[in-house]
């Protein structure tokens, strides 16, 4: 493993782990930190270079100024971080491996900076959240307001509430791991970022994205509903396919990662998937 040691990459606890001459990406979504990524982590660094970090937001980062919210008001300034990232690493282009929020990041990335990509893998991600017109995005303006409000009135009531709905029940070690990953985050830096993310709206950028793509759904996600995984390989400019597997919720990395790791395996042409 190495820890990287340079300005921004350590604030976010980047680390690269594994050997190979080509690199991937692991980017957590909200609530979340690197740690999402651990089942399926020691299958991907037998063939690739893996870069892990944590958004400045994660209650893993240790200093809670990194995160400004006059900085991030945007998708687009993590878009900025992830490329100051994959410009340190030095092993593009690489394979971007984005869950929830994180889809969308990669994306805005990839249209600014296509040279870096080779390819992007979607996990559970979404363009908007509240429906409008024939665009079913899975919840209603009143729902967000709803979220929003619980968040501000007691965030921790929320969190373990939220982490019940969306990662798979029947999976309870599961359901408690992110639990604990959104009750470390800061009350305020998860506010910020609800509202970032519950009343985005990026569905213009992906006839600018160009980079291959690969989008991930589950059968059953309360956050992202189905029909959004085939709304955007519709719009993507570039290839793009779409690969459902079969579980509930919307951590697939958790609750049915050796099924994320045949996808993975078939997409990137590798079968080693190991029996952990």
């Given at each position: 493993?190495?820890?990287?040691?340079?300005?921004?990459?350590?604030?976010?606890?980047?680390?690269?782990?594994?050997?190979?001459?080509?690199?991937?990406?692991?980017?957590?979504?909200?609530?979340?930190?690197?740690?999402?990524?651990?089942?399926?982590?020691?299958?991907?660094?037998q063939h690739y270079r893996v870069l892990v970090f944590d958004w400045t937001f994660s209650g893993a980062v240790k200093d809670p100024n990194l995160f400004d919210p006059v900085k991030y008001t945007s998708y687009e300034a993590f878009a900025n971080d992830l490329i100051a990232l994959v410009d340190e690493i030095n092993l593009q282009p690489v394979v971007f491996v984005g869950h929830s929020m994180s889809g969308m990041v990669g994306c805005i990335a990839s249209i600014k900076r296509p040279e870096l990509f080779k390819r992007l893998i979607l996990v559970g991600a979404s363009p908007r959240y509240i429906n409008i017109d024939d665009y079913e995005g899975g919840f209603e303006k009143s729902d967000i307001e709803q979220i929003i409000l619980n968040i501000e009135s007691n965030y921790e009531n929320w969190a373990t509430a939220f982490a019940s709905l969306v990662v798979d029940q029947k999976d309870p070690l599961s359901v408690d791991k992110f639990t604990k990953c959104l009750r470390r985050m800061r009350p305020e830096a998860a506010l910020h970022v609800a509202k970032i993310i519950f009343y985005s709206d990026e569905r213009d950028i992906f006839d600018k994205v160009m980079t291959p793509c690969t989008i991930i759904q589950t059968t059953s996600d309360i956050v992202v509903p189905k029909s959004v995984a085939f709304y955007m390989q519709n719009k993507i400019k570039g290839k793009s396919t779409v690969e459902i597997i079969e579980t509930d919720g919307h951590f697939p990395q958790l609750t049915a990662h050796l099924q994320l790791l045949q996808v993975l395996g078939n997409v990137l042409g590798f079968a080693d998937l190991g029996h952990n």
């Open positions: 493993m190495v820890v990287l040691e340079q300005g921004l990459s350590t604030a976010m606890n980047a680390k690269i782990i594994g050997s190979g001459s080509e690199g991937i990406v692991l980017a957590h979504g909200y609530g979340a930190d690197q740690s999402i990524w651990d089942k399926i982590l020691p299958h991907l660094a």
